[in-house]
């Protein structure tokens, strides 16, 4: 009972994570903005969601793979998040004009 | 010290003839009782100090990724948008290349926080962060919250 519970909660909050990252892509103002929202977004949804997986199955082989999914995905989603935001930068995506500061201007040059 | 931790878990998993991920849990945190109380005696305090810092700093990771992944979501939700974007240089004192890649990745996997670049001495990350109204207040928060956090644990 507790666990259904609490696996459906999981299960709901990952996917309005999810939905909320693909309304982002299409809100936000900038390419930075919109990467920071999706990685992260769509990071915490599919963690939700695993995590709802491993507590409805409630077994030990299935649990070791969510943990495994979701190390894997900390370790490789930031890397390609990173890798998208320096390449667009190098490339001068051009900022949202609601920008306050940008300190890595002064050290490109 | 880890090592002996999980190798007491296991011997208890197996004792007691259950190798579920409960029982192995239960053995880690009874051995990890039994190397406290022995360790108190030899003075091997760093072990435990680091496993505190460890979940310390899981604990701070896990409050920032709801705390920033919320405010995000209503930004997204509501018409208007409420972010002040801003680059901004973060300075590392960081003593290994592990431990910048480490708080590179955990300050990219906080919604609304990008790393952009690392500058050629890796002493200084370039952070896209959506929230900055007060600059320095921002800057502050990273280095005094995660930047910390994962520097305990590396050093």
């Given amino acids: 009972m507790m666990t259904t519970v609490l696996a459906s909660l999981l299960a709901v909050f990952g996917t309005a994570f999810m939905i909320l990252a693909g309304v982002g892509i299409i809100r936000l103002p900038d390419l930075y903005c919109r990467a920071s929202a999706t990685t992260k977004a769509a990071t915490l949804g599919i963690g939700c969601l695993l995590a709802a997986t491993a507590i409805h199955f409630g077994d030990l082989r299935v649990t070791t793979r969510v943990l495994a999914t979701i190390a894997f995905l900390f370790l490789t989603a930031p890397v390609a998040a990173h890798l998208i935001g320096r390449a667009a930068y190098r490339s001068n995506a051009p900022l949202w004009q609601g920008t306050v500061r940008d300190e890595l201007a002064s050290r490109q040059k | ?140 928060e990273i280095t005094d919250g995660l930047g910390q956090r994962v520097h305990e644990v590396f050093s």
């Fill in chain 2, 1 to 140: 010290m880890l090592l002996l931790n999980v190798f007491l878990a296991i011997t208890w998993a197996a004792v007691t003839g259950v190798m579920s991920a409960s029982n192995l849990l239960t053995g880690f945190i009874l051995g990890y009782g039994v190397l406290w109380i022995v360790g108190r005696s030899t003075g091997q305090a760093v072990y435990f100090a680091k496993v505190g810092q460890v979940v310390r700093f899981v604990l701070q990771f896990l409050r920032e990724l709801l705390v920033a992944g919320l405010r995000v979501a209503v930004d997204i939700v509501t018409p208007r948008h409420l972010m002040k974007p801003a680059i901004l240089a973060i300075p590392v004192k960081s003593t290994s290349d592990a431990e910048t890649t480490m708080l590179a990745n955990v300050i990219t996997l906080t919604p609304g926080s990008l790393i952009l670049d690392v500058s050629p001495d890796g002493k200084t990350l370039y952070v896209h962060a959506m929230y900055a109204r007060d600059v320095e207040a921002a800057r502050r």
